[in-house]
């Protein structure tokens, strides 16, 4: 596609419930990352794919945090049993096996209520 | 351990005026450092980068940054500001331009008339 695009856009779930964030990259691009941006924060690593393995997995804040990616492209962020603090704004960024840098998403503003 | 240090969390300034914003990181090795603008509502948006050659660095919008590895800094400029350059921007370091980014916490920028 023409830029990287990520759904839902908005999400409420009720503190308990399981989410799942999708994002799809640009066409071609081999690397894919997640990134959170809580209020008042920087953006914050969440996990690094290079084709459909995570090299870098570093930055999940706990086991009810995982990712997958299939095919080389489509990624899914899978939160389970979300607690508040899980809410914050969900970016995905991708980039070309050439080079050149990341491009992001508009991200998906998760509320957990 | 990497990090990106942005001490100025909000600057205002009058439209024309000129502009800098702070940025010093922690890096072992030569980063790959980068600025990112972030629009109300909108995704992140690559301004400029560095990965080696010339310190100074031309982006997008009319904004400059140069890279002063004595200072470890990689300071954003620009010489006169427009109000469409309200925004938050962000500034990021990374291994290589593939790898993961460590971003800084963002200066929010205010333009007056």
């Known amino acids: 596609g023409a830029g990287v695009s990520q759904s839902p856009s908005n999400k409420v779930t009720e503190k308990g419930k399981d989410v799942e964030l999708r994002c799809d990259p640009i066409s071609g691009h081999t690397a894919l990352y997640w990134y959170r941006q809580s209020l008042g924060q920087g953006l914050e690593f969440l996990i690094y794919f290079q084709g459909n393995s995570a090299p870098d997995k570093s930055g999940l804040p706990s086991d009810r945090f995982s990712a997958e990616r299939t095919g080389g492209s489509v990624s899914t962020l899978t939160i389970q049993r979300t607690q508040q603090e899980d809410s914050a704004v969900y970016l995905c960024?991708?980039?070309?096996?050439?080079?050149?840098?990341?491009?992001f998403g508009q991200g998906t503003r998760l509320t957990v209520v | 351990a990497q990090s990106v240090t942005q001490p100025d969390i909000h600057i205002t300034v009058s439209e024309g005026a000129s502009l800098e914003l702070r940025c010093n990181y922690s890096y072992g090795a030569t980063p790959y450092l980068f600025w990112y603008v972030q629009s109300p509502g909108q995704g992140l948006q690559l301004l400029l980068k560095y990965f080696s050659g010339d310190t100074l660095v031309q982006g997008i919008k009319g904004f400059e940054a140069e890279f002063k590895r004595s200072q470890s800094s990689f300071n954003l400029r620009k010489p006169s500001v427009h109000w469409s350059d309200a925004a938050e921007y962000f500034c990021?370091?990374?291994?290589?331009?593939?790898?993961?980014?460590?971003f800084g916490t963002g200066t929010r920028l205010q333009v007056f008339p």
């Open positions: 990021a370091v990374g291994a290589s331009n593939t790898d993961k980014l460590i």
């Open positions: 960024a991708s980039s070309s096996p050439k080079g050149g840098s990341a491009f």
